[in-house]
Nanobody, 114 residues
Framework: QLQASGGGLVQAGDSLRLSCAVS????????IGWFRQAPGKEREFVAG????????SYADSVKGRFSISRDNINNTVYLQMNSLKPEDTAVYYC?????????WGQGTQLTVSS
């Protein structure tokens, strides 16, 4: 089970950290990442870990501003978001999977005001 939290209403330029609590199973050797869906748009990949957990990838739109990290002891994956922009407004989801992302948590809403 994946549960995202930490969203809220912030102003442009602010920072925020999202958390994804992983429970009920182990996701070792699974890729895990963050996605987002803005109103009227398709869900898009934001950031993620490779299956081995040794590499990360980011969408071009967030490179240099967002950072994904994980706490294996507490089974939590984080998304640190800096220099937030109004276009970052979306529902953010964490997801995991072996070849494709097939386990999804409930999303958390982020709204960035200008």
């Amino acid at each position: 089970q994946l549960q995202a939290s930490g969203g809220g209403l912030v102003q442009a330029g602010d920072s925020l950290r999202l958390s994804c609590a992983v429970s009920g199973r182990t996701y070792s050797n699974y890729k895990i990442g963050w996605f987002r869906q803005a109103p009227g748009k398709e869900r898009e990949f934001v950031a993620g870990f490779s299956r081995r957990g040794d590499t990360t990838s980011y969408a071009d739109s967030v490179k240099g501003r967002f950072s994904i990290s994980r706490d294996n002891i507490n089974n939590t994956v984080y998304l640190q978001m800096n220099s937030l922009k109004p276009e970052d407004t979306a529902v953010y989801y964490c997801a995991a999977g072996y070849t494709t992302y097939d386990s999804w948590g409930q999303g958390t809403q982020l709204t960035v005001s200008s």
